[in-house]
């Protein structure tokens, strides 16, 4: 794999990220309402509000409050949280983690799902067990994160008892059992997408001359899938799970909430709520870069299983 292609792929980022930069300061301005407001309640009178504005210098004009935080943005400062008082970045390093933990696990449980069914299913197309496997993940596809989350968290969690139905943990083994919940809600719903995908693809590739060519040879079925068929058919789907590996990293915003996980998700979601415009502006750069750099891996990945992406 040669330097200028990742070098060229590294250099795509920036204009991607300028552009989150500028839209995210404008609309996180355009929401109705201020956080000051917002924090006081019913105690906001004119003159307390335009006071604290001031301090907090939202009464600047919005180039020259752009202009401050872009300068701090270059010196490392994404500025301090309005309501908590403390910096974003520390709020970003102590949370991240925990967002980040949830989605590798979710993508390992949607990857060691997806593989071996869409295999299954592509091998005995047009059976029952194609049928069966086809139908599972159509309905799983079909019903909203939040929902199945609720139901697995109902089932599971309240009723059987079988994970814990919110929090982290502070061990390793407490963060996986914690977590197992919504890395499976997100998981199932990643498996649904990846499995009609590579189930077509590994169709398509088993009728290809050169799998006949292996049969021919005598070779076993199981040295065939895992030699040729499946590294030809994983290409288009490494694509997809870099895509929504991506929007994993959103759907945490969503299942974070509806099993109070401690990550930045839910930062997010009571940033927004409470206008705290320096928490919603870094989080959102923060996944920004994230989706960015998956993407980036993905289109490595990419050409490590396809040398002729490079050329593109």
């Known amino acids: 794999m040669g330097s200028s292609f990742v070098i060229r792929r590294l250099f795509q980022i920036i204009p991607l990220f300028l552009a989150v930069m500028v839209l995210i300061f404008l609309l996180v301005h355009l929401i109705p309402g201020d956080p000051v407001s917002t924090l006081l309640g ?8 335009a006071r604290a504005n001031r301090e907090l210098g939202l009464d600047r004009p919005l180039v020259v409050q752009f202009g401050l935080f872009v300068w701090g943005l270059l010196h490392g400062n994404l500025g301090e949280s309005i309501n908590l008082k403390v910096p974003v970045l520390q709020l970003v390093t102590e949370r ?13 449980i949607g990857v060691l799902l997806a593989v071996p069914l869409a295999v299954l299913a592509a091998v ?6 194609d049928v069966v496997i086809r139908g599972v993940f159509q309905v799983g596809l079909s019903l909203p994160v939040f929902y199945l989350g609720l139901q697995l968290l109902t089932l599971l969690g309240a009723r059987m008892g079988l994970f814990p139905i919110g929090g982290y943990g502070v061990t390793f083994g407490e963060h996986l059992s914690h977590l197992f919940l919504p890395a499976l809600t997100l998981g199932l719903n990643l498996a649904a997408v990846l499995v009609r995908t590579l189930r077509s693809s590994v169709i398509e590739v088993l009728t290809a001359e ?15 899938l895992s030699r ?4 030809n058919a994983l290409i ?4 997809l799970l870099g895509l929504n590996v991506g929007a994993l990293i959103g759907g945490a915003v969503i299942t974070e909430t509806v099993f109070a996980i401690p990550g930045v998700g839910r930062l997010m979601v009571d940033a927004i709520f409470s206008r705290d415009y320096p928490v919603v502006q870094g989080l959102t ?4 870069l994230l989706v960015s750099l998956v993407f980036l891996a993905t289109d490595l990945l990419h050409a490590r299983l396809d040398p002729r992406v490079e050329a593109v």
Not at 124 to 129: A, H, K, L, P, Q
Not at 236 to 239: A, E, L, N, P
Not at 285 to 288: I, R, Y
């Open 285 to 288: 750069l923060v996944f920004a």
């Open 124 to 129: 005995r197309r047009n059976t029952w067990v």
């Open 96 to 108: 991240l983690p925990v967002t980040l933990f949830l989605t590798v696990y979710a993508a390992l």
């Open 228 to 231: 040729h068929v499946l590294r």
């Open 42 to 49: 019913d105690r906001a009178t004119p003159d307390i509000v």
């Open 210 to 224: 050169y799998v006949e060519f292996a049969r021919a040879k005598g070779l076993r079925s199981s040295v065939i």
């Open 236 to 239: 288009s789907t490494v694509t």
